[in-house]
């Protein structure tokens, strides 16, 4: 199967241009190696209608392309649903009764990372099953992990170690979990290159881990910085014009936001004009700026 990076944007709004930094980041690292790059629409929350398409458009605006087609996971249901329950069949999911308020305030375990779930489901008994299904809770359905920690290695920020707990891969409404999701398509597509912003880094490691356990080969990962506003914040819409078209509304031209992400990556000089495959011929990986690009009220001036 031929190799692959992508970019797997929620399409609940527009991009703003943390997201486009980091596609366009996705898309060198690609380009550059010899992959294809995918797009996937991470579809199974909250969506906004058009969304996927403006956020197509400004990508194709900054002359990010992508390999066809373009996969949405709401039409890969089927997929993960067969994964879990392979899984669930192997005897390695149990299903867990619990509110998130009852995992937060729940005793933790002796020596449990921090934040990991407490075990509060893992051995119930079929009586006690029934007892929490006929009393209304749906369960959502948890990976039954063998380890408590997991290392992956980043290109940017070197060897990680994190928490593995029992996380869910089924939510109570049926809905299967991000984590499980992203890791089932990634083998699907052939991604062995994950870039994405480094707020996702603690994420890495349960996906490496559920990886192997599906016995998929883990991809590579390089967690990039990300965007934030002059406090130092991520960026959100209360910080203004932070996406292709409320800069153009100001006067700001898709060229000059290029400019300003390429400058911002060690890739152009202020105000120059250039293109992705200028961009490409320059980027080096390991010359990448290791601290977040902050936004100042002037960056577009």
Known sequence: MTTAGRFAPSPSGTLHVGNLRTALLAWLFARTTGRTFRIRMENL?????????????????????????????????DMYRSVIAELTDAGETFECFCTRREILEAPSAPH?????????????TTAQRAEKIAAGRPPAIRLRSAITEFTVIDTQLGEYTGMV???????????????????????????????????????AP???????????????????????????????????????????AEGVTTTTVLSRLAESLGLADHDEIVDTATLAAR???????????IITPDVWA
């Not at 449990?112 to 119930?124: D, K, S, W």
């Not at 109570?172 to 089932?184: E, F, H, I, R, S």
């Not at 083998?187 to 603690?202: E, F, I, P, T, Y």
């Not at 980027?283 to 690009?293: E, G, I, K, T």
Request: negative net charge; aromatic residues 8%; hydrophobic residues 35%.
């Open 45 to 77: 929350d909250r969506t906004a209608l058009g969304a996927d398409t403006r956020q197509l458009a400004d990508l194709a605006a900054l002359g990010i392309d992508w390999d066809e087609p373009v996969i949405y996971q709401t039409d890969r249901l």
């Open 206 to 248: 349960r996906q490496a881990y559920l990886a192997t356990r599906l016995g998929y080969r883990p991809p590579g990962y390089s967690h990039v910085p990300m965007v934030l506003n002059d406090k130092g914040i991520r960026l959100s819409k209360r910080d203004g014009a932070i996406t292709l078209e409320d800069l153009a």
């Open 165 to 203: 707990d029992d996380f869910v891969i089924c939510r109570g409404d049926g809905t299967p979990a991000y984590n499980l999701a992203v890791v089932v398509d990634d083998a699907a597509q052939g991604v062995d290159q994950v870039v994405r912003g480094d707020d996702l880094l603690s994420s």
């Open 112 to 124: 449990a990372p921090e934040g990991a779930y407490p075990g509060t489901c893992r051995e119930l």
């Open 283 to 293: 980027f080096d990986s390991a010359s990448l700026p290791r601290d977040p690009w």
